[in-house]
């Protein structure tokens, strides 16, 4: 009778302890995930594109010689525009 209550108080230890190992290991990941979504949630610098002044944020945009692109479609046409600009006014 009282071999059988030890077991029985033995199981339900062990399952406590099981518990708590897993609730740990649960919690740690759940806080793992909030973690990476609050990093990705930061406040980003916002810029205005160069030529067409849409503002992005800057991890989106391209950052060339101080000046700021949405796109490389728009670095490349502002390069061709001040190329051009400069040419037309050589004395």
């Not at 399952?15 to 759940?30: E, H, N, P, T, V």
């Not at 793992?32 to 949630?41: A, I, L, R």
């Not at 800057?58 to 692109?69: A, M, P, S, T």
Request: hydrophobic content about 35%; aromatic content about 14%.
């Amino acid at each position: 009778m009282i071999g059988r209550l030890l077991l029985i108080l033995g199981i339900f230890f062990f399952m406590w302890l099981g518990y708590r190992f897993l609730k740990k290991i649960w919690l740690d990941r759940l806080n793992d995930v909030e973690t990476q979504e609050q990093e990705t949630q930061k406040i980003q610098q916002i810029k205005a594109c160069r030529y067409c002044n849409i503002h992005i944020p800057e991890n989106e945009g391209i950052d060339q010689d101080g000046d700021f692109f949405c796109n490389y479609e728009h670095l490349d046409s502002f390069l061709k525009h001040k190329a051009k600009h400069k040419t037309e006014h050589k004395p």
